[in-house]
């Protein structure tokens, strides 16, 4: 079935710094993609996604790419600041309509000041 | 406008008990989804409505887990005999689902997180 694999944290950076957290997925057809994030005591929130492949997502200075020859949406970011303290989720829908989500098991973020 | 709230936001149950879990949908949207999300996890899919009709419950793991969405509005999702392999934190998300794509987005929210002792 569809899967959703991303870098196991937790991940510490000090501010500033460049941010890469890795993710590949496994889906038949073509499936949206997603990066959602849960900050400390808060609920899931969507941070970007892309529908297709070579899309580009972007938000919040983040962004990720859908490639589909290598299966891949990394998240990336070029600077990070403490308040990017989080645990980040990839994950993966079926296209067209409402469809169950799948997630990765997440990365926990840490920015040291 | 108001998101999607759950409740009860914590709760405590003995091994054995019944537990319903609530979810408010935004107003307005047709879809609802719930989700489990144990201790250093992602959430997994538990089951789906659009409407009153669940569409699908292939993610229900066992037959103690029932729910229901009677008038295509708010839902609960039922444990029975509940067992402390259920702790988790059950997510409840819904969409609007209509016509253009951007309102199939899944908005979560907070989650009820279900300790079994």
């Known amino acids: 079935g569809d899967s959703v694999t991303q870098m196991e944290g937790p991940v510490t950076l000090s501010e500033e710094a460049f941010l890469t957290i890795n993710c590949t997925y496994t889906?038949?057809?073509?499936?949206?993609l997603f990066w959602y994030v849960q900050y400390p005591g808060e609920g899931l929130q969507l941070l970007l996604k892309?529908?297709?492949?070579?899309d580009k997502g972007s938000n919040k200075g983040f962004e990720a790419t859908y490639r589909k020859e290598t299966t891949s949406f990394h998240l990336e970011k070029g600077s990070v600041q403490v308040s990017d303290s989080a645990v980040y989720f990839c994950?993966?829908?079926?296209?067209?309509?409402?469809?169950?989500?799948?997630f990765g098991s997440g990365t926990r973020l840490s920015i040291r000041p | 406008g108001a998101g999607v709230s759950q409740s009860p936001r914590y709760k405590v149950a003995k091994r054995g008990q019944d537990v319903a879990l609530r979810c408010d949908p935004i107003?307005?949207?047709?879809?609802l989804f719930w989700y489990q999300q144990a201790l250093g996890q992602g959430p997994e899919f538990l089951t789906y409505?659009?409407?009153?009709?669940?569409?699908?419950k292939s993610g229900l793991p066992s037959d103690r887990f029932f729910a229901e969405r009677p008038e295509g509005s708010v839902s609960t999702l039922k444990i029975q005999r509940t067992q402390q392999e259920d702790s988790a934190v059950y997510l409840c998300?819904?969409?609007?689902?209509?016509?253009?794509?951007?309102?199939?987005?899944?908005?979560f929210g907070p989650g009820t997180r279900l300790t079994v002792t």
């Open positions: 409505f659009q409407n009153e009709a669940q569409l699908d």
């Open positions: 998300a819904s969409s609007l689902s209509r016509g253009t794509e951007s309102s199939y987005e899944q908005y």
């Open positions: 892309a529908t297709k492949a070579d």
């Open positions: 994950a993966l829908s079926g296209s067209g309509g409402a469809s169950k989500i799948i």
């Open positions: 107003s307005g949207h047709v879809s």
């Open positions: 889906a038949t057809g073509y499936p949206s």
